[in-house]
């Protein structure tokens, strides 16, 4: 009996604290207006009407309903596209409990989270009164024109006034609304590619040949984010959407691994159409991640862009690389990273140069592919440095145990290039006609002439041809794109050159001979880079300078003496047998060879 009594006067839960009770997490009766506790101590008892209380707000649930209300009596097509979503889609992201939360974070951050909190206090201060004024009315007014709704500009002031909304006979014959399913909606391409797409198995393997492959002649990805993203996210799903906070790195580690998923898979020789279903899976995933042009963007979606250019250009689309890498030129510009005021706060040594100078890259080497005007204009660079060596990066692993004799020289390579980014901007700003074409062709070789004391050794064009083999070390791949790049920039310059050269003496014509020692040299290179990194496949952006090297050697040809015929001939078989071995990889490698076929038997 007494334990029966005892358990009577324990003292129930309150349902709100005082405000001294709260701070001192002291138990409350609640009793007002002062309670038990507030009482035997003689204090002061408040009780702080806006004060948050625990568990979701009053009324929130009924807020939702009302919402959900509104929206389906209002909004044209509404139910039927939601119920589309959640019948199709949805499902596996709904039972998921990481994308649960991340569909929870999203909803309370949103607009509408906000008003609906702001209506919910609205109705928290309103008099009972208030509340129940003019609510005959407000049904009647639903029955009688089929919609309804708060006004919104006088809610706050006048919390009195409740008014009917445009009217529709929705509510009245619910079998009106009916309208199309967005077909994003109806395929799942929204949540299947967002939502649903886990990151591969294989995801560490394909980084690790990423910053082996292309991280060194393209340094534009911060390594350690990646990294840090991919472990967070390595078993899990990637539940983001363009306007997310994280959506920029989210996107650049989508494009990594389109960008790389050829590369991985040729390193154990399974190729073909399952390696390119994956980058364009992966593609896609990366390319929702990007914010449209009146959205908030950052430097990580500039990132991403200027990866899905490169796998573009690998799968043939010209036309979506030059949209992307335009895109990706205007919005660097529109931040403002190449103007002076950027220069000594964001744009100084680190990430956003790098980025801002390979988006000049790759812009002036597309739009010499394509014969058009390159967003970004060599002014652009006018007020940035050229990367700064980092002595930490500058040497490799130990081959067989014999150190190298030189460092990599890595970043080096990568500021020549852009240096000639800049030859190849200018020529495509240039018009290339008569006895101009020859003045702006000097002109370039005379200033590339002067830069060749600037690049390493064993990428001097001008060195002769036998110093490639034994006596010098083997060329590192992005040492070999670079050179590649010169001679490509040289030889189609020398071709402008060789019509002022026509009835000279064969030992008169100094551009027809560079012209024949620079696809000498090409025919070398590759060569030795398909023989010491046979899983190095060539990048992308490399089918452009193939492609200018085999065009310029077709008009080459007709233009050298009869002797040279036969090593023309040859240089272009061996050539196209090379391109060949690395045509599995990339879609644009196999159609080059096909042309060159093509141009072969035309001859």
Known sequence: MDKHLESNNQRKRASRACDRC?????????????????????????????????????????????????????????????????????????????????????????????????????????????????????????????????????????????????????????????????????????????????????????????????????????????????????????????????????????????????????????????????????????????????????LSHVQALLLLTLVNMGLEDWTAARLLGDQAARMVLAMGLGTSSSTSDSIGPGQEMTVFLACFVIDSLLSFRLSHLPSMHPIDLAVIDLLEDDESENWGFCKDGVLPLQPLLATRCFNRLVELAQVLNKISRNVWTGSQAANLAHKFLVDLKGWNECIPRECNTNEAEGSHSAQRMALLPYESYFCLTHIATLLWLYLRLIPGEQGLHPLQRPAVDGALRLLAQSLSIVSQQSEDFPLWDFPPLLEVVLRTIVEQSLMLRHAIEPSDINFLGWWFDELRQKILTISPTWPAYSSLAYAMERWQQSE
């Not at 959407?241 to 989508?254: I, R, T, Y």
């Not at 960008?259 to 991985?264: D, E, G, L």
Request: with cysteine.
């Open 22 to 298: 709260r701070s001192q997490r002291s138990k409350c009766d609640g009793i007002r207006p002062s309670c038990t506790s507030c009482q035997r101590s003689s204090q002061a008892c408040t009780y702080d009407s806006y004060v948050k209380k625990r568990g979701l707000p009053e009324g929130y649930v009924r807020g939702l309903e009302k919402l959900f209300a509104l929206s389906v009596c209002n909004i044209e097509g509404f139910e039927d596209i939601v119920l589309g979503m959640l019948e199709s889609s949805a499902r596996p992201v709904w039972f998921n409990g990481t994308a649960s939360e991340w569909l929870s974070a999203s909803w309370k951050t949103s607009r509408l989270f906000g008003e609906l909190e702001k209506l919910l206090h609205i109705s928290d201060v309103l008099p009972t009164s208030a509340k129940d004024k003019g609510t005959p009315n407000f049904l009647d007014n639903a029955e009688n024109q089929g919609s309804f709704g708060v006004v919104t500009d006088s809610a706050a002031s006048n919390a009195d006034t409740i008014g009917v909304i445009a009217a529709s006979s929705s509510l009245v014959n619910p079998e009106a609304r009916v309208s199309q399913v967005p077909d994003c909606l109806n395929n799942g391409q929204i949540f299947s590619s967002i939502y649903t797409t886990r990151l591969p198995p294989q995801l560490f393997q394909m980084l690790e040949t990423y910053f082996a492959v292309a991280h060194p002649w393209f340094p534009i990805v911060a390594k350690h984010n990646i990294l840090r993203l991919s472990c967070l996210h390595a078993h899990d799903f990637v539940p983001q959407v363009a306007a997310s906070p994280e959506s920029g790195d989210h996107a650049v580690l989508w494009a990594i691994l389109s960008y790389t998923v050829t590369h991985s898979l040729a390193s154990v020789r399974v190729r073909g159409a399952g390696a390119l279903s994956l980058a364009k899976e992966y593609y896609a995933v990366s390319r929702n991640l990007i914010p449209s042009e009146n959205e908030n963007y950052e």
